[in-house]
């Protein structure tokens, strides 16, 4: 019989009962270090004293409006954002995959008032993750979410990711935009050269196209930079972004420059709940933590702390490690055996974290993580190590015997 819910994910049967920081708490009160948050959301880990403050004075006075009426709150957003980033623009959404679906709306209907409407096309990269709706399974190209859904929808050409050489070759009278992860989270936790999304801007000056950022899961911080397109010194013209912004309340948000942005007059595009008080007042409070100064720095500086003791990690067990990767605290462990035998040990140990692609156990702390936490993630990922080569070695001893 189907469960209640549709049963679209395979869920790890855990309820838990409260957050505080990086730990989750079952009701019976076992604990879990969580270096899921929530896929790269909680960036502030549970139940944040400011945002819960910010969202509880929120809702004794508003909820709910509607974009047919000016929202303060987020025009107090929008306007932090384009004086901390490129942006002259912005379109609330309540996700990631809506945020996508605005960014390629946008840069289909750019080309569209530019008298140039038959360049839709965007040029996309295999290992990409773009969501879930139509669009952007589509643009992710991944053939697992396609299936059985239909004809995929036309507009997007996909090369190998970091291949210049098939950029070029895939740009053709029709291509429009192209649209990259900086860093691509669920592909495997895989960056692009810095160099390479510097030739992509490069490509884009010079044929007129749009580049679109997918800083869904690398923004706000989480690779020591407000955004990861920094580290490459270039500037997207329409940037989705999502996740870490609501710090655990659903927000996404379609950044553009206003050249970018020309097509989109009103009546556009739009969302009922988009920019909705609520989710205004927690994205608000969340800019106001990660934009104190010295925040981005303490994460560069957790990250290499960090990342050190993962390297000590896989010197203790190559046979379950085999890489330490990735970016601030976006990291992931490409693991010898499969992914998933990582991730059940941990869980056994009392921790959390999502696979991802190419064989990886994604690191998706909050960015607010301690010591203390280094620590704690340190033990229990030596002891599920420890745990995979006992099993490693009782089979191999069951080989020997039969
Ligand atoms: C890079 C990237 N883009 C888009 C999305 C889709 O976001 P959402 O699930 O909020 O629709 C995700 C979600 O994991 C993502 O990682």
Redesign the pocket.
């Known amino acids: 019989m189907i469960t209640p819910i549709l049963p679209t994910y395979n869920r790890v049967d855990l309820v838990f009962e409260r957050g505080e920081g990086a730990w989750l708490f079952t009701k019976d009160g076992e604990r879990y270090l969580d270096f899921t948050a929530g ?2 959301v909680n960036v502030l880990g549970h139940a944040h004293p400011h945002l819960v403050a910010a969202l509880t004075a929120q809702a004794g006075k508003l909820w709910h409006l509607s974009n047919l009426f000016r929202i303060e709150g987020g025009e107090r957003l929008a306007a932090r954002l384009t004086a901390a980033t490129f942006a002259d623009t912005m379109f609330f959404t ?7 679906e605005c960014a390629i709306k946008m840069a289909r209907k750019y080309h569209s008032a530019s008298g140039q409407p038959e360049r839709a096309r965007i040029i996309t990269f295999e290992g ?6 139509l669009a ?1 399974i589509a643009a ?1 190209g991944n053939a697992k979410y396609l299936e059985g859904f239909g004809p995929a929808m036309p507009g997007f050409d996909q090369v190998p990711f970091g291949d210049l050489d098939a950029v070029k070759a895939a740009i053709g009278p029709e291509t429009g935009a192209i649209l990259i ?1 900086p860093v ?3 592909g495997g936790v895989r960056t692009a050269p810095w160099a390479f999304l510097r030739e992509l801007r490069a490509l884009c000056d010079a044929h007129g196209l749009l580049l679109i950022l ?5 923004g706000v911080g989480r690779t020591g930079k407000f955004f990861a397109h920094e580290w490459a010194g270039i500037t997207p013209d329409i940037m ?1 972004v ?2 870490g912004i609501g710090g655990g309340f ?1 927000v ?1 948000a379609c950044l553009a420059t206003e050249n970018a942005a020309k097509g989109m007059t009103a009546g556009t595009h739009g969302s009922t709940y988009g920019g909705n008080p609520l989710a205004m007042s927690v994205a608000n409070a969340v800019l106001d933590v990660v934009l104190e100064e010295g925040f981005f720095e303490e994460v560069l500086a957790t990250s290499a702390r960090l990342r050190q003791r993962l390297a000590e990690l896989k010197d203790r067990h190559p046979a379950v490690i085999a890489e330490v990767r990735g970016e601030g605290l976006l990291l992931g462990l490409r693991t010898v055996v499969p992914n998933t035998d990582l991730i059940a040990a941990m869980r056994t140990e009392g921790m959390l974290a999502p696979s991802a692609a190419d064989n990886v156990v994604r690191l998706l702390p909050p960015l607010t993580i301690g010591d203390a936490e280094i620590d704690a993630a340190f033990a229990k990922l030596d002891a599920a190590c420890a745990r995979i080569e006992a099993t490693l070695k009782a089979d191999a001893a069951k080989g020997a015997a039969a």
């Open positions: 896929i790269a309540n996700s990631g995959a809506e945020a996508l990409a993750f773009h969501g879930r709706t952007t992710g992860e691509q989270g669920e997918d800083e869904v899961q690398c989705a999502a996740k659903p996404g």
